[in-house]
């Protein structure tokens, strides 16, 4: 049974930062790639990042390039989103992600398998 965990969400004022942290388990984590995507209150689920296998590769949404990093720790089976710069339009549901082992297209939900529980942010102004 594959199980991810987020935290590290929270209410921070904008321009300041804050990492997520996501934990798994059930699968062998360095096999598979991973994400982060958002909900925001009325919208639809949107990919946030993405990163390969080994980490050396990753994929961001246009809204959040140069201010958030994605990255993993494939020894302590934990993704990670550090983001910095917030502003009020990042207020979201922010999910973890385990990508299907043929996913090609990190920005699709569908080739998500498995999500976290989310974790709330929120950017005040």
């Known amino acids: 049974q594959v199980a991810l965990v987020e935290s590290g969400g929270g209410l921070v004022q904008a321009g300041g930062s804050l990492r997520l942290s996501c934990s798994a388990s059930?699968?062998?984590?360095?096999?598979?790639?991973l994400g982060w995507f958002r909900r925001a209150p009325g919208k639809e689920r949107k990919f946030v990042a993405a990163i390969s296998r080994g980490g050396a590769l990753t994929y961001y949404a246009d809204s959040v390039k140069g201010r958030f990093t994605i990255s993993r720790d494939n020894d302590k089976n934990t993704v990670y989103l550090q983001m910095n710069n917030l502003k009020p339009e990042d207020t979201a549901v922010y999910y973890c992600?385990?990508?299907?082992?043929?996913?090609?297209?990190?920005?699709?939900?569908?080739?998500?398998?498995?999500w976290g529980q989310g974790t709330q942010v929120t950017v005040s102004s």
């Open positions: 059930g699968r062998t984590f360095s096999n598979y790639r």
């Open positions: 992600a385990q990508y299907s082992p043929s996913s090609t297209i990190v920005q699709l939900t569908t080739t998500v398998d498995y």
